[in-house]
């Protein structure tokens, strides 16, 4: 098994090449900016750029573009605006190779409801998202086949150490959760 591990708008980071690492399997990490590291001061610089050298659509056909090439089965990690454009990507690509996505904390899901699960998916939620209804968003993609929610204690970032919401013991717990994938897709 493989694993495409796609970054939020922080890019390929350290900490996200350190968390590949951890598989001990085959990985790649696909980011907005081509694997070139940005070096902003703060979250807010990192989006407006995010939006400026990619956005959410441009991110979302890049990531089909990448599940479309798959050659051997994989499991696709993704967090922030990498998972919900992995959500988009997985309802239009023709790969018989992507066997699960697994998504923390996709915000802009919520702008996607009208996409089914063409693969298996499985969402981790931050406990609360100033911007919606956590738990309204969970009841609507439950709903879905192929779709599995999980709402942690933790808040948005809970995976990124460059995160003021970075959790060490989410971290680690979901960690395990991303390691129990490779058994359930095989």
Known sequence: MQYLVISDIYGKTPCLQQLAKHFNAE????DPYNGVHQALEN??????LFIKHCGHDEYAAKLEEYFNKLSKPTICIAFSAGASA???????TTTTHLKKVIAFYPT????YLNIDAIHP???????FEPH???DELITNLSAKNN??????????GFMNQQSQNFSEYG????YKVIKTANSEAH
């Open 147 to 156: 779709v599995r929610c999980l709402k942690t204690l933790y808040l948005h």
């Open 132 to 134: 919606f209804n956590v």
């Open 86 to 92: 992995a959500w988009r990507a997985q309802a239009s």
């Open 27 to 30: 990985n790649q990490i696909v």
């Open 43 to 48: 979250e807010e610089e990192y989006y407006k």
């Open 121 to 127: 998916c499985e969402f981790i939620f931050p406990g």
């Open 108 to 111: 802009q899901i919520r702008n």
């Open 171 to 174: 971290y680690q717990y979901l």
